[in-house]
């Protein structure tokens, strides 16, 4: 039967056919389908949501399809707070980010048992937890994600189809035709059609899978120039993922989970990276990101224990049970997602479905060991060993096992693009070096679409290298480092856009991805209006104006105010 053509069977039929033949051939039905639209959106992390909602408000038909039954991405699927920046109440992410926090924060005022004099407070943070200024539950992000597209799900301007994952396309010279996704579950094929695609998977699927150019893995210095490249590049040598998890501590029970089958593996397991790790991985310790020296750590769920030392509790905490009522919270909640159980055993970009599952696996295996050694063996303050009161909470991160549905990706495929951004432009021991003045600001980028700000963090990789952590500056994000060198009608919006390995390592963070979404939304949207492709906004400089002026109408701020501006903003 051919794809989009309608079979028609009557009651009778129905009754008249062998039973086999009427599942054969509704499962024909099923099993393939035509859908179209304006833009059609594989993935739907941080940047495939802030694509679709910036779409979806220029009037656009969208297609946004999920891997997984939750969007969000890092923020909900994988389970890891925000990381910001300390302007971001106020500027260096868009508009639109900022009211998806406060969203957030109004979300709990609503439906949380909140502290009477926290329900007036404009810088609520659920967790108050170390990492960052705002903390909290995935299911809340999450919440407040389906709100905002609620409106555009019900008009039918919005399909959202959860489970799917691209599996093969179609390609006409350099543009694509057709993108066919699969049912995880079911088995069911649908062939999406439309002008534009966006590539917001994690691992940047769709670049292979359409013969989009890419690189992966790490440039070496000879290639990019850049200070802390190493000196042979490495396609295979990408970032530690982390499967994350959520508990909680209840003193006087046992939640003590059964042993991990690799847990003999991994509670003996000693780093060998180039620069030295110190130490067992499961230990309260671990290589300062800085200086890699041995960095002491503690933890103690009852906050009480660990003086001047570093606590891992409160580290990536989601809920202060002091937030709430007496009573509302057993105790605090906390997301794993530390030193220890960072996986670089294993490259998930590229991996066969076999090797993808046992690298996920692996991963799984270190977090529930990590786990267990917390209630069983690590040393407490007081000398004893053990917390058998820590309890796995599957049901925050919506799990049958417990743990994160997707694996926290740092590093993704990343496009051939007509502009990469490397460290000589961001990085700031780098950029004093290169530049001829203004060598305390990033490079400036005429085709700006946005700003963001973090430190260029890498964590250890599969090619056994330790932490890569050095000072950024405030940058902004090019349009050229979207825009694929060849294919005219695929853009990146997550970690696949035109960066390098080590710029890869302030590029990939919450707000950032969000505004590269947008920003992708709100071209294809021009581009469609226009009649320019995103090529020709890029190329011709009164059409890019123009491009630049609706973003910034939008509430995408395409520089960073003054630095005397951001002294008024810090709070």
Known sequence: MSAG??????????????????????????????????????????????????????????????????????????????????????????KTYRDFRNKIREYYKRNYPLKEHLRNDSYLNPGNASVSRFCHEPRVALA?????????????????????????????????EDITVKNCVTGDIKILKAPYFVDATELGDLLPLTGTEFVTGAESGKDTGELHA????????VQAFTVCFAMDYLPEE?????????????????????????????????????????????????GKGCGNIFNLWSYRRIADKNNFEEGAYLSDITLVNWPQNDYFLGNLIGASGKDFHTYVEGGKQLSLSLLYWLQTEALRPDGGKGWP???????????????????????????????????????????ALVASE??????????????????????????????????????????????????KNLIPANKNIGTTHITNGCYRLHPVEWNIGEAVGELLSFSLDSRYTPHQVRAQKGILNDFQSRLR?????????SDEELEKMQY
């Open 553 to 561: 109408s939008q509430g995408i701020e395409t520089e960073w105010p």
């Open 389 to 431: 009161g820590l309890r796995l909470r599957k049901d925050v991160l919506g799990s049958d096992d417990g743990l994160a549905k997707y694996p926290y990706v740092r590093e993704s495929r990343r496009i051939k693009s007509l502009f990469t951004v490397i460290e000589q432009h961001v990085g700031k021991e780098n950029r």
């Open 5 to 94: 053509s309608a079979l028609l069977v009557t009651p009778a039929g129905l009754q008249s056919m062998p039973a086999t033949n009427v599942l054969e051939r509704i499962s024909v039905i099923q099993k393939e389908e035509i859908l179209t639209a304006d833009i059609v959106i594989i993935g739907g992390g941080l940047g495939g949501v802030a694509s679709a909602l910036s779409s979806l408000r220029n009037g656009k038909r969208v297609i946004l399809t999920e891997e997984t039954d939750w969007l969000g991405g890092q923020l909900t699927q994988q389970g890891v707070p925000p990381d910001e920046h300390r302007w971001i109440e106020y500027t260096g992410s868009t």
């Open 230 to 237: 190493p000196e042979h590049s490495d396609s295979e040598n």
């Open 144 to 176: 407040v994600i389906n709100e905002m597209l609620a409106p555009y799900t019900s008009s039918g301007k919005l399909t959202v189809l959860y489970r799917y994952k691209a599996v093969k396309s179609s390609v006409k010279r350099d543009s694509i």
């Open 254 to 302: 046992d939640h003590v989970i059964p042993k991990p089958a690799d847990y003999a593996f991994w509670r003996e397991f000693t780093p060998q990276l180039k620069q030295s790790w110190p130490g067992k991985l499961l230990d309260l310790h671990y290589s300062n990101p800085r200086t890699l020296e041995k960095r002491e750590l503690c933890f103690d769920p009852t």
């Open 438 to 487: 203004n060598k305390d600001k990033a490079a400036f980028f005429h085709d700006s679409v946005g700003i963001g700000y973090y430190p260029i963090d890498l964590h250890p990789s599969t090619g056994m290298n330790n932490y890569i952590d050095m000072d950024a500056l405030r940058f902004q994000i090019p349009l050229g480092a979207l825009l694929p060198v060849r294919m």
